[in-house]
């Protein structure tokens, strides 16, 4: 068991994907933010006269995709086919669920992008609502499926 | 109980800080992630020649925290005095944690750079580990506590 | 009459501000897009099912208030305290009209932020409607109003 | 008439060109800006000794098309192999007209590259020219030219 | 003797210089490159008709100052109230020298901000001549002169 | 010998290569800091308790490289598909050297990713150093060597 991302001296590289096939990728991350039931509400309440706080959250998480290798240090910069995070609600416990599709036909997978999109998305959801709710909390942010590449179809177990 | 981040029509904002008295602001937001016993020894067993995953993972953290206001839509740009992140190990469960502390002299206070910075620490590690381990999950990322500004120190008291 | 960005070898530079007093600086910028009367319904009529272009359109200018010094080059770097975007319907000519307000204490005005958020938001609802028309048209982006600094209040008199 | 920006439930989403075939691409954007005629003088009369604003505003203009995908909110990033930016001068209506030409091999267009690159070289303009004058406007930014992808050639007949 | 930038664990951080006084503060640095004969004349006889070469490298210099923290891990964000590029030739050796002086007044120095500079600077003119040279130099990049803060004045003496 | 960055106006440009193969492409490029000789026994005794300069700087080096198309104007933005700094020791002259090789599959070549990441990597040894010694020197900046493209190889005959 080896990490791919440093040399045989231990030194950080950003690995060579040149040879790897240029196959389709995707990768569906998922994450949570768990609120106050003040805050869920509010949130959900979110009309046009209230502030749309998904609707923001939803573009930052997209344009964070876009800035992941400008983040991660390792991580090579790819060209996204799309990008998309769609929410998904739990009114009993108060969260707010955020899956991140991300696509590109590339060398390398695209899960840091979808697992960066639902981060910051979640973040903006934070950012949006900390005046309400200063005991947020960041969730169960996982990669839930990938696919393309040598090492084929992942679906995250540990989830289902 | 109103969002500030919208008027009132409901249109997002980055709201009128101008007016808040310039304080020293300081946040700490913590981060965990789970990774399989495998690959938990193979980070803490980071030396020059393994390669040092947390290193490279503190310093994207740090970095991090100066890009919040470009990833966070209606955050404000902060002239950051310092930032550090720590790790906490916790080998009993195969958890990462990583504390993020930010300063600022300013208008507003720090806690999305705490946050963001801690967001992206575990992300980074994330992408190093990811060829050990897919199944990795980022967990309980939250604001532990916060000084500064008008509405004075705060402590998480969900987790004491 | 002297441009200010040059040196006396006529030598671009980003101008010493150093000496200028802090005050609170406004600037208001405003910019039209015309768009086809069909194009201008789909947009109007954006609600939540059909798709808020003018809420996407705000997230982005207000974010790019905030990366104004990276992309004017003389432009020096400000500490935004408030950025928002109201838009101005005129259905008579199928224009929407942005006007972006920036505010800031700092040593030099926010004119320019407060036109690249107009210019962005603009860009933005392009990109979003250019599948329905391609013959949209950006007009009168100015700088319709600032305060503060030397100079003092300055209404723009050709638009009044 | 459809947005291809946003969902079926009118989320807005990065939309997915995966499967699109990769052409050659090459779109020119124009835009101008309305100056005094003292300071058309003064910017036209550039040498090395009083300042070339046409040469700093010209890398500012290309370099920008460089960030569109940081700054238009859905925009797909691209590996853009082509960008000018070309001026034509109205003396007569002491304006300045910006042509920003850009090309890319890849599966959508690049009308938003060349759109940006053309607004941010107005927008410098106008930045190195407001101590100068501070009615500038700037006008008739729009698509003139397309080609590359399905949707074929298109001329702008509006300014024909 | 010990570095500033790391904890008493030696973990790097962002050093907090929250307690240090804000003060005026300037640093000049300077780089050579060294190009052969053919190269330089062609950069010294540019003109408007065969193009500016330092004209485009003082421009990408000056931008450069302000992208520094985003550069340089453990740098602080500053708000750069100056920054200009002069030009020393030395026909004899064919070496073209740039000279970046910044000024801010802050709580830490702008050195960084300086060498970053002039460092993009001469990769700039890099870029732009290695179609006729590509066995150009870059050297002696260094900071010849500071001054503000508690260290106060410093002259680099190994060069005068 | 004419520049390549200009088109027949002396307009700078980024050229076209829209027409040239896409081969795989390397270059090495290298560059060296001198430092004071208690310096470097400070930086080359980095262990995980005093500090690891070189293992900070090396992600500065790498992350730079990818952020190469928004420093050098004219720079064309490419898909790195790999990047790695190697340190070389000098005792004898109190010299660290740093060799940057960056990788891509593209239609233009990588050596001013391989020397950004170079001169990136060294300024940020600089940074981290320079509370110990302000007077090192960034010297002997180049490229050593690249293949790919209509040119071939290329290697630095000065340096051999």
């Known amino acids: 068991m080896e990490f791919t991302h440093f040399d045989n001296q231990g030194n950080a590289i950003m690995v060579d994907v040149g040879a790897k096939a240029e196959t389709?990728?995707?990768a569906i991350a998922v994450g949570k933010i768990k609120v106050s039931p003040?805050?869920?509400?509010?949130?959900?309440g979110g009309?046009?006269?209230?502030?749309?706080?998904?609707?923001v959250a939803r573009v930052a998480g997209i344009m964070a995709t876009k800035r992941t290798s400008?983040?991660?240090p390792l991580c090579h910069?790819?060209?996204i086919t799309k990008a998309e995070i769609q929410f998904v609600l739990h009114p009993e416990s108060s969260e707010i669920e955020a899956r991140c599709t991300v696509r590109?036909?590339?060398?390398?997978?695209?899960?840091?992008?979808a697992l960066t999109g639902a981060s910051v998305c979640l973040l903006t959801i934070y950012d949006m609502c900390k005046a309400?709710?200063?005991a947020?909390?960041?969730?169960a942010v996982y990669l839930q499926e990938k696919s393309g590449g040598k090492s084929g179809h992942f679906v995250n177990e540990v989830h289902l």
Do not use: H
């Not at 009309?47 to 609707?55: I, N, Q, R, Y």
């Open 24 to 26: 389709m990728r995707e």
């Open 38 to 44: 003040d805050c869920y509400q509010a949130i959900i």
């Open 47 to 55: 009309t046009a006269k209230k502030g749309d706080v998904l609707g």
């Open 70 to 72: 400008d983040l991660i």
């Open 77 to 79: 910069p790819l060209m």
């Open 104 to 113: 590109c036909s590339g060398q390398t997978g695209v899960e840091m992008e």
């Open 132 to 134: 309400i709710d200063r």
């Open 136 to 139: 947020m909390e960041i969730t």
